[in-house]
């Protein structure tokens, strides 16, 4: 019965991602989202890491469900990102995709399914700073909706995990705790306005 259930949270945390792509996706086509470019490329590449070297490092396929959604799910944003984004290369940028680059080059070397898990997390959290800094800058640019929706496929995720080890968990808790802080900055403007009332 577990087993059914760990599945069953698997493929609901991917409906609701697909959901959650969809308001995101009108949203950039409107012109009121403005995704950053340098995230989401990076982010459309480390995704295809992280499910191959999950799935060889034992992740059994209902946690793979999500990650494998978000290989296309975020390439449609990436290319959606050219005509409609946040297209800033500076410095800092530039910066956190050398560093993401640098996680795909130890995976290649180490071929060490457990290494190349660890080394796209840490590239991932370079890829999504510039969405950090877009967001905190330009909330108003982003689709809460989307991002809180996102956030609910991720706590969805959690509860399909069958074994609490590095291969089947370690992805899953951090993309909670990578979509809570994007959740936080999204929901910001709001929450200042609330915190001003009540002092």
């Not at 992740?59 to 050219?82: E, R």
């Not at 500076?90 to 290649?108: M, P, R």
């Not at 700073?129 to 929706?149: D, S």
Request: with cysteine; proline share 4%.
């Amino acid at each position: 019965m577990a087993y059914f259930d760990n599945k069953f949270f698997g493929i609901a945390a991917s409906i609701v991602s697909v959901i959650a792509f969809m308001p995101y996706i009108v949203s950039i086509l409107r012109g009121k989202t403005k995704p950053s470019g340098a995230s989401w490329w990076t982010w459309s590449f480390l995704t295809i890491i992280i499910v191959i070297s999950s799935w060889k490092a034992g992740a059994s396929w209902d946690v793979l469900i999500l990650p494998s959604w978000l290989c296309f799910s975020q390439l449609t944003v990436a290319i959606l990102s050219v005509r409609n984004g946040d297209n800033i290369w500076d410095f800092s940028n530039l910066a956190c995709i050398v560093g993401a680059c640098i996680g795909i080059v130890l995976w290649l070397l180490t071929d060490e399914p457990l290494i190349a898990l660890f080394a796209s997390i840490v590239a991932d959290i370079f890829a999504t700073v510039p969405t950090f800094r877009h967001v905190w800058a330009k909330p108003e640019e982003e689709n809460r909706i989307g991002w809180m929706l996102g956030w609910c496929s991720g706590i969805l995720l959690i509860f399909a995990v069958n074994k609490w080890t590095l291969a089947e968990a370690g992805w899953a808790i951090y993309f909670v705790a990578s979509m809570s802080v994007i959740l936080i900055f999204v929901w910001r403007p709001s929450l200042g306005g609330v915190v001003r009332k009540t002092v």
